[in-house]
Every structure is written in structure tokens, then in C-alpha cells.
């Protein structure tokens, strides 16, 4: 055997075998770093190959400077953290679950005893906002991750940009958001940034602009085919570089809790390799608690939903 290919066969995999420990261990140390929330002893410990995770996207400008892409749709004035996204995803396994819960939910606050939005929850903290997704919708939970603004964004320009198929061309000026040509459209980081937090989503159908009627409702849906569309993209990252840009755009403003570990989001994204979560709509039903315009569980049909996350 030559002397260059004798070279290769025994320290090509050597180098492979030291190339993914170096790896793995980057991404353990990453992980440990993370910013970890007290969720006090709120969280259900897990059965079998079920996780129920709890993903909020909040509302924080942290990072967020001058030179920050579509930084007029975001602002820098606004101080603190609220929860602007949350959603229930649920895996097994072999299928997954996604389902929004709208920030105008009615619900009692397991702090204070008092009706109010679900979202207002988090104002006494994340552990008290699992909490009252468990005590008002009897969903355990199991994990918590908490992205926002600048993680969120930089995670997508990791993954080269998302598609999203827009049925219409699409206008947000609140947002920031312009479409102009109606199917399959690559969106970087700042532009799935005011996708996904468009409220007032306006399509140009057969010339005239029709904004979204459904408001928080539609907005929550596009969330969900968004996260559906990321979630999926991560599952199927094969190359490790682009793992590893991921992991390092997640670690600035990703949340989790004290619980999670490197294994939990390696079973995470196995999970979702190759599946798509199925999106499940919260029944609700529009009403006023004095001036405010809230939104109350749909009972009857509520429940066959909740049930199968409660599983």
C-alpha cells in the first residue's frame, strides 16, 4: 500500500472520530451556557418518549441596536420582556403536535387568584405562566423554551434563510413585512421577524388590499406554519457546520429550563426530522370582560383537543 493512502486509512478516521468529539462537546458547553429560567416546580416530569414542550417568543429588545435589520418594525424603546408568542408542542416519537393558545385567552392567574389574559401570566414570571397553561388547560408541561427577537431572527439566517408559500402578495407596515410576489418565497431573518409578527397582514387579492379579519387568530396560525417550517428545517440539518451556526445564533437570547439538557434537544430534533408537526386550532369564542375585547375556551369542542395533549 502506498505511504499516502496508508496515511489516509489510519488517520482519516481518527480525525472524524476527534472532529465530532470536539463537536459534541462545543454544543454540550453551548447548551450548558444557556440562560437558564427558575420554573420553580412547575413542570410535569415526563412519561415515556412524551415531551410537551411550552415555546414562548417574547417580546425583549435585547441586543438590538441601530444597525439591526428591520429595526423600525421592531423599536429599541421598549423595555422588559412579555410573552408576544405562545405555543404548545407536543412529540412522541413518531408524530407531533403544535397548538397556539391566543395572548387574549381568559384564564385565572395562579398568582393572584384573578381573571385576566393568559399572556399577563407572565408577569409574575415564566414558572407562573406554565402553570396557568397546566391549571386552566390541564396540559402538563414538561419542558420551557423562550425565544426572542434577536435569537429568533439569527436563527433563521443560520439555516440560509426558510420558504414560505404565500398564497397573495403581502403588506405589513406595522411590521415591516413586504411580499410582492404571491408563491414560494425565501425569507431571511428580519423578514420572517414581521411574518411572524404581523397584526395587521394585508393580501393584494385581484388588485384590492384585504386585511386579515381573524387579527390575533391569523396571526397565531401563520406562527404556527412558520414554526412548523423552522422546527422541520432543524430536523433534517445533517451538516454540522450549519448545526453548530444554529446552536451559536440560538445561545444569545434563547431561554430554557434548568431541566434541558444537550440530549433533550438532540431528541427534539430527532423527533422532528422528517415530520411535520399537525397544527391544532384552539377553539375559542370571542366576548368582552367590561372594556376589554378577550377571548374564552369553546368548551364543548375544546376539550377532545386538550385531551390529546394531555396524554
Not at 399572556?119 to 407562573?128: R, V
Not at 431572527?153 to 413585512?177: C, E, H, K, Q, W
Not at 387568530?217 to 412548523?228: H, T
Request: aromatic share 8%; proline share 5%.
Amino acid at each position: 500500500m502506498r505511504p499516502k493512502l496508508r496515511w489516509i486509512y489510519l488517520y482519516f478516521p481518527l480525525f472524524l472520530i476527534l472532529s465530532a468529539l470536539l463537536i459534541g462537546l462545543w454544543a454540550w458547553r453551548t447548551v450548558d451556557g444557556l440562560y437558564r429560567v427558575d420554573t420553580e416546580d412547575a413542570l410535569a416530569a415526563p412519561v415515556g418518549l412524551v415531551r410537551t414542550y411550552l415555546i414562548v417568543g417574547s417580546d425583549s429588545r435585547d441586543g438590538i441596536d441601530a444597525d439591526t435589520p428591520n429595526v423600525g418594525a421592531i423599536g429599541t424603546d421598549v423595555t422588559g420582556r412579555r410573552s408576544d408568542t405562545i405555543i404548545v408542542l407536543r412529540t412522541d416519537g413518531a408524530t407531533a403536535q403544535m397548538m397556539s393558545i391566543p395572548r387574549d385567552l381568559w384564564v385565572k392567574n395562579p398568582a393572584t387568584n384573578e381573571f385576566g389574559r393568559v399572556n399577563a401570566t407572565y408577569n409574575q414570571g415564566p414558572a407562573n405562566l406554565i402553570r396557568a397553561v397546566t391549571n386552566n388547560l390541564g396540559i402538563p408541561i414538561n419542558h420551557y423554551v423562550e425565544v426572542d427577537f434577536v435569537s429568533f431572527s439569527g436563527m433563521v439566517d443560520a439555516m440560509g434563510g426558510i420558504t414560505i408559500d404565500f398564497p397573495y402578495p403581502v403588506t405589513d407596515r406595522n411590521s415591516g413585512l413586504r411580499i410582492n410576489t404571491a408563491g414560494p418565497n425565501r425569507l431571511d431573518g428580519a423578514t420572517a421577524l414581521a411574518y411572524v409578527r404581523s397584526r395587521h397582514y394585508t393580501e393584494t387579492i385581484n388588485g384590492k388590499q384585504v386585511e386579515d379579519p381573524l387579527s390575533d387568530l391569523g396571526r397565531n396560525a401563520r406562527q404556527q406554519i412558520f414554526i412548523k417550517t423552522v422546527l422541520s428545517a432543524v430536523g433534517q440539518t445533517r451538516n454540522p457546520w450549519t448545526a453548530a451556526k444554529l446552536v451559536s445564533a440560538a445561545s444569545d437570547g434563547v431561554r430554557v429550563d434548568k431541566q434541558i439538557g444537550v440530549g433533550d434537544i438532540w431528541t427534539l430534533a430527532q423527533d422532528m426530522a422528517g415530520v411535520t408537526p399537525e397544527t391544532v386550532k384552539l377553539p375559542v369564542i370571542g366576548t368582552r370582560k367590561g372594556d376589554a375585547a378577550v377571548l374564552e375556551l369553546d368548551t364543548p369542542k375544546a376539550e377532545p383537543i386538550l385531551e390529546g395533549f394531555r396524554r
